[in-house]
């Protein structure tokens, strides 16, 4: 059974700048956000990124490479994952070059950088992820590659060496830390820590609003603890997800920092 709700790939298939021929198998995936900059909701910005994949002004000419646009297999938000170019035939042209070669390209809707991203489209998120290791065998652990033309597992925009090099942010926190705690099935590893985001924000330790609320108190300098609790947050969802990882053993330190 198809993950898709609908497929734009008809309104795309003639724009054949937009993708290339795939001739590696798929190992991977590669998170990105929308980002129209917009302040739309899930759904608006949804409907904005099909409408831009769907365009023909959606070019970019260049005298040193053939026409390309910015493009990914697949879109999701609140309600829909919508196949833009079809994963087992077609890579985008381009996403993150070399990762295209042999990942899943994936748009997550998010208007702009820092804005929470619904539960709904992580839920939708989660399903995908799970379809595609069921059905090409992707390993559902976030890595940070090394190299972009040979990496397996999830990686973010913003990990591949491409994305550095471009300063990319995308996906970013407000995708990973609600998205991998719903993937490994919990909302916080430390029941004590999801209490602690409870009381600093009113949310739930795997709400992305409390995220969003620790993360901008944080940045602004006003909170030692929140910034603290949302590093916790990430250190507890990584290990949750990483189960050979052990916490660091309780230890004195002498005058000197030496360890005891």
């Excluded at 910015?70 to 833009?84: F, L």
């Excluded at 820092?114 to 595609?132: D, H, K, L, S, Y």
């Excluded at 999830?154 to 994305?163: I, L, R, V, W």
């Excluded at 970013?172 to 029941?191: K, Q, S, T, V, Y």
Aim: aromatic fraction near 10%; proline fraction near 6%.
């Amino acid at each position: 059974m198809s993950i898709f709700t609908e497929s734009i790939w008809p309104s795309i298939s003639s724009h054949t700048w937009k993708y290339r021929k795939r001739d590696r198998p798929v190992d991977a995936i590669l998170w990105h956000c929308t980002r129209g900059g917009q302040g739309y909701d899930g759904e608006t910005e949804t409907n904005a990124t099909v409408n831009w994949f769907k365009s023909p002004n959606n070019v970019v000419n260049s005298s040193e490479y053939e026409p390309y646009a910015g493009m990914s297999h697949v879109v999701i938000g609140p309600t829909r994952i919508i196949e833009a170019i079809p994963i087992d035939d077609y890579i985008p042209a381009w996403s993150s070059w070399p990762s295209d070669l042999h990942a899943i390209s994936v748009e997550v809707a998010q208007s702009n950088n820092g804005q929470a991203i619904e539960p709904e489209t992580i839920a939708n998120c989660v399903r995908f992820a799970q379809w595609a290791a069921d059905t090409y065998r992707v390993p559902l652990d976030r890595v940070y590659p090394s190299t972009d033309t040979q990496w397996a597992g999830m990686a973010g925009h913003e990990d591949t060496k491409q994305g550095i090099a471009q300063g990319k942010s995308d996906p970013g926190d407000e995708f990973w830390i609600p998205f991998l705690a719903a993937l490994g099935g919990n909302e916080m590893a430390d029941p004590r820590l999801d209490a602690v985001v409870a009381a600093l924000t009113g949310f739930k330790g795997d709400d992305p609003n409390a995220m969003t609320i620790l993360n901008d108190w944080n940045k602004n300098g006003n909170s030692l603890l929140a910034g603290y609790t949302s590093e916790q947050a990430k250190l507890a969802i990584h290990m949750s997800n990483h189960p050979g990882s052990t916490a660091v053993t309780e230890h004195k330190h002498q005058a000197g920092g030496v360890i005891q």
